[in-house]
């Protein structure tokens, strides 16, 4: 948490500000922090644990009061998402679960990507993805 502390205090006087979700598998856990609308969720057959749930979404980093908030969980048998808010706002989170629970992780993180895809081919949003399992 306090490396995004400083990160934030040095990103304030620039021009931008974004989220950011980063973990660290270790041991079998996860690790992680969060700043923002990017999501981390461990998603299993009997359902989603949202990491990031208490997560301060405003100020963003860079804005130089960003709030980091740190999260921690067994990794076990579940399927680990990062996703930035164009997949979590856009798709449905039945089907962002049942795609990622898919035994080809590759495989599953294009069709993620592309979940939000609107019928004109565009993306409501940037979309990125990062999918983890044991």
């Known amino acids: 948490m306090a490396t995004l502390a400083e990160v934030d205090e040095a990103l304030s006087c ?9 973990t660290a598998a270790i041991a079998g856990r996860i ?5 923002g609308d990017c999501g981390a969720w461990l998603i299993a057959q009997n359902g989603i644990d949202e990491l990031t749930a208490n997560q301060v979404r405003r100020p963003l980093l860079g804005s ?3 709030i980091p908030v740190a999260f921690e969980s067994a990794l076990a048998d579940a399927t680990l998402l990062l996703a930035t808010d164009g997949l979590l706002k856009y798709a449905r989170r039945d089907r962002i679960a049942a795609v990622a629970l898919g035994p080809d ?7 993620l990507a592309d979940l939000p895809r609107l019928r ?4 409501p949003d940037d979309v990125g993805v990062i999918l983890c399992r044991r």
């Not at 690790?31 to 700043?35: E, I, L």
């Not at 992780?105 to 069709?111: E, G, I, P, S, V």
Request: net charge negative.
């Open 120 to 123: 004109s081919g565009a993306l």
């Open 31 to 35: 690790v992680g922090v969060s700043v």
């Open 64 to 66: 130089g009061e960003a």
């Open 14 to 22: 620039g021009p931008g500000q974004c989220a950011i979700v980063a």
């Open 105 to 111: 992780l590759q495989m599953a993180a294009y069709a």
